[in-house]
């Protein structure tokens, strides 16, 4: 099987770099035209500068692709309307959508303002739930859309000092459980990635070591056929250093205790009600 999207286009949040960067040149490669958007600021979503994404346009040109250049920030709705907008002018077509940007503010949740923790969740959930929702109509219409949601191990399990990040991450995977729904029956597949790769945003959380081995264009293949036409629907897909894998939201059979059951028959049960040989997605199961 040969991926090629000739013919397709796709907007690639966050792309001036890093994670975002890579994906956008392998659609590149691949024949996509490409809408670059980055707003270029900080990792902490400070400033701004358009020469990143620029850089990006000039070597999909240069390589013989067709690329445009956006420099919206995804938290702004005004501004996502501007980048859907600029696709649509110079493409005439949507067919792909990686939510890839984002910030980080880590700090202890002891430690962490509201202010730090708005700021993450508006750029990676708020960020991908307003470019989904200004692309989704159009690829409804078209009958044709593959999304990609970014999550994380942070968002899937956890980690310190990343209380705002880890939520907004997880967000993203409830985005798509009910996107896979409404958008199965207009061809549109939402998928989540869940990356461990050495970009700006992770040089200070790894050891060089451990960074030499997860570069991001590792990444890369898992995200190249989560936008494919041959894409399922409702997969969290994880790579790392050429690892790859999935993971999944699982639930164990119940436990019967009747309609009379006390918290000290919770207690007694506890074990075997957390024991999660056998467990499935909820999907599987009859409701």
């Not at 503010?105 to 730090?116: A, I, L, N, Q, V």
């Not at 470019?131 to 990609?148: F, K, L, S």
Request: net charge negative; proline share 3%; with cysteine.
């Amino acid at each position: 099987m040969s991926i090629d999207f000739t013919g397709r286009v796709a907007i690639v949040t966050g792309a001036g770099g890093g994670l975002g960067k890579c994906h956008a040149l392998e659609l590149a490669r691949r024949g996509a035209k490409l809408v670059v958007n980055d707003l270029g600021g900080s990792v902490d979503g400070t400033g701004g500068s358009s020469e990143a994404a620029l850089q990006v346009v000039e070597e999909i040109k240069s390589a013989g692709g067709e690329a445009i250049a956006n420099g919206a920030s995804v938290s702004d709705e005004t501004g996502v309307a501007g980048l859907v907008s600029a696709c649509m002018d110079a493409f005439g077509r949507i067919d792909i959508l990686i939510n890839n940007a984002g910030i980080l503010r880590d700090k202890s949740f002891h430690k962490m303002t509201m202010d730090d923790f708005r700021a993450v969740v508006d750029v990676h959930l708020l960020g991908a739930a307003m470019c989904t929702h200004a692309v989704w109509p159009i690829m409804r219409e078209q009958a044709y859309g593959r999304i990609v949601m970014t999550t994380s191990p942070t968002g899937l399990y956890g980690n310190f000092g990343q209380v705002n990040y880890g939520a907004a991450k997880l967000g993203q995977v409830g985005l798509m459980n009910s996107l896979k729904i409404e958008g199965a029956k207009y061809n549109v597949h939402t998928n989540t990635i869940s990356p461990v790769a050495a970009t700006r945003m992770t040089e200070d959380l790894m050891p060089e070591e451990a960074l030499a081995k997860v570069g991001p264009e590792l990444v890369t293949p898992a995200v190249m056929y989560l936008c494919s036409e041959e894409a399922p629907n409702g997969i969290i897909l994880q790579a790392q250093g050429g690892n790859y894998g999935t993971a999944a939201i699982v639930e164990h059979l119940h436990v019967e205790l009747g309609n009379d059951a006390t918290a000290e028959d919770i207690a007694e049960h506890f074990e075997e009600i957390t024991d999660l040989a056998g467990a499935h997605p909820r999907g599987r199961l009859q409701l």
